[in-house]
């Protein structure tokens, strides 16, 4: 094979490597190492130590193939979706032709999406954030390190840049498992995001990946008698900033259990029903999970001599088999306030469940609703960020989108307001996030108040079967109880239910105790500690300032060099 052909078959070759390592970081695998090196093997196509001779450079389709490396493993359970939509699959059989299709296009279309952020990447890093090797590598200690830092900070500004723009663009947007949430296991390096959010996590690997490089290309070229600066203080740099960041971590993990020791203690049970959405429109098995949610429900809520041992109980989305309104006349006439009143009269306690609620024939909404004491005693929440595709059809007037429209004959209209619920027993603010919400930021964010709050996501997974998602969906969630400092319960259809602190430790988890699996029925006691002094977060204030000012600095470079190639 000649010298050019070995190189075309390495820079093919180098980014599916970078992504698949990547992938790795997310469960099932969940490594903590590959957040911080597996960029390597792409930076040497991006930033190679020389000019490659005869093969032309094409960034954008490097980072492109780097984004399918880890989407397409990444995002794999997607195609499920379409599976139990139109064929109601309840496993990995085969569905049929026409559904197994779908879910496969979902599935590839949506990580070819996705990996387009990452080609925008490593086109910009490319272009403008390219370090000169001759500066790199022959010029005094300083000005390569200085070189070094500049083009790291520029490589790592346009990642947390670009992370944000796919959290936000094309549809509402789609920001899952970016590498912050990589880095989730490693707790003092993760609480920064309550300054910057979980995309501002990033910049730490990819200013920390490419410092490394850079030092190793000294090295390297040294050692080959074809550079003279060996300088590691970029390198040092970033550790020293890794460093600051951990101690930041380890400041806020104390105080975070200092605050505990005076915190609101709210008593709360999860009930997981764990029923198959094939399942979902079976009157029997209706039936069979009112039984049962009332069954939970009674085993904790009941008042022993006069005394209930639990203060909130909470349902998932789609909890209820018919909608509460019963629009569709499936139950008795008023079935529903008999049977709320009857089992909120049994203790002194506060039910939150997901349902469906039609404010008008037109408009249908995703709801949470909160009660105490009766059926007509009662909070509504409407959900405010839709899941494309999943709740609504976007451009479901023009193709091929509009193909599609007999499969969202009942899409569902977005909320319009972010209104905390009020727990009047103690009196704590419930931050209402259904489903997806609860891994969008600049959504969560919009509840937050200078009061005792806690977050409650009510989520129902059982769209992706016995997948990874439950464990992924979770994974990206935690950051909120970060990013607001405000304590997190999920209850979810099929898993994952569980507790979080404010500092994105996941306290407790219903598994099954033999397998560890989360897909079980079953309930999940615990205690959230909510903080009596209500932290407003910098990032509760401002959002995604750090990540907006990274996208301005690239446009801001970006601009400067077009101009300054014009004649």
């Not at 957040?35 to 040497?44: A, F, K, Q």
């Not at 193939?65 to 989407?71: I, P, R, T, V």
């Not at 990444?74 to 139109?86: E, G, I, K, Q």
Request: overall charge neutral; hydrophobic content about 45%.
């Amino acid at each position: 094979m000649t010298a050019p052909r070995r190189l075309r078959l390495f820079m093919l070759l180098a980014p599916l490597l970078s992504g698949v390592i990547l992938s790795l970081a997310f469960p099932p695998c969940r490594s903590d190492l590959v957040v911080w090196i597996w960029l390597l093997p792409l930076l040497g196509v991006l930033w190679p130590w020389k000019e490659a001779e005869g093969v032309r450079a094409r960034p954008f389709w490097h980072g492109y193939l780097a984004g399918l490396g880890f989407f397409l493993p990444n995002l794999y359970w997607v195609h499920h979706s379409a599976r139990v939509r139109l064929a109601g699959a309840v496993d990995d059989t085969w569905a049929g032709i026409g559904p197994e299709l779908l879910g496969w296009g979902a599935w590839i279309g949506l990580s070819g999406y996705c990996a387009v952020y990452f080609g925008l990447w490593a086109w910009f890093v490319h272009h403008h954030a390219r370090p000169r090797i001759k500066t790199l590598t022959r010029d005094a200690w300083w000005p390569s390190t200085q070189h070094s830092l500049v083009c790291s900070f520029l490589a790592a500004g346009a990642w947390v840049a670009c992370e944000w723009l796919r959290s936000t663009t094309v549809f509402t947007g789609f920001g899952w498992n970016g590498l912050g949430v990589a880095m989730q296991r490693t707790l003092p390096l993760i609480q920064a995001a309550d300054l910057v959010g979980v995309f501002g996590l990033s910049f730490l690997p990819v200013f920390a990946a490419c410092t490394a490089w850079n030092t190793l290309t000294r090295l390297v070229l040294a050692y080959r008698g074809e550079g003279t600066c060996k300088s590691r203080l970029d390198f040092t740099v970033a550790l020293v900033l890794m460093l600051i960041t951990a101690g930041y971590g380890i400041l806020k993990i104390t105080a975070a259990k200092e605050e505990e020791k005076e915190a609101i203690t709210v008593r709360t049970v999860l009930v997981q029903p764990n029923v198959a959405l094939a399942d979902a429109g079976n009157p029997d098995v209706g039936m069979q999970t009112y039984t049962r949610l009332n069954q939970f429900t009674r085993m904790y809520g009941t008042a022993k001599d006069g005394k209930t041992s639990t203060d909130l109980i909470v349902w998932p989305e789609s909890a209820l088999p018919v909608n509460i309104e019963d629009r569709f006349h499936q139950l008795p006439p008023g079935w529903h306030a008999r049977y709320f009143d009857e089992l909120l009269s049994v203790g002194d306690f506060s039910l939150m469940t997901g349902t469906d609620i039609s404010t008008s024939p037109e408009t249908a909404h995703v709801s949470a609703v909160l009660f105490r004491g009766g059926f007509a005693h009662r909070q509504d929440y409407h959900k405010v960020h839709l899941v494309p595709f999943g709740e609504y059809l976007p451009l479901k007037n023009i193709p091929p989108f509009s193909f599609f429209r007999s499969m969202f004959e009942g899409a569902f209209t977005p909320g319009e307001k972010t209104e905390p619920l009020l727990l009047e027993k103690p009196q704590v603010q419930i931050i209402p996030l259904i489903c997806f919400e609860d891994t969008v930021g600049r959504v969560a964010r919009r509840f937050v108040r200078p009061v005792p709050q806690m977050i409650v996501n009510i989520t129902n997974d059982g769209w992706f079967l016995q997948s990874d998602e439950p464990e992924v969906h979770m994974t990206n969630a935690l950051f909120r109880a970060i990013e607001l400092r405000r304590p997190m319960i999920r209850a979810t259809n099929t898993g994952v239910s569980c507790f979080i602190d404010t500092c994105g430790h996941v306290t407790s988890k219903l598994t099954d105790p033999e397998t560890g699996s989360p897909f079980l029925e079953g309930t999940l006691p615990g205690e959230v500690k909510v903080p009596r002094m209500a932290e407003m977060t910098l990032y509760a204030r401002y959002g995604d300032w750090f990540a907006v000012t990274l996208l301005g600095m690239c446009v801001l470079v970006w601009l400067a060099r077009r101009v300054g190639r014009k004649p």
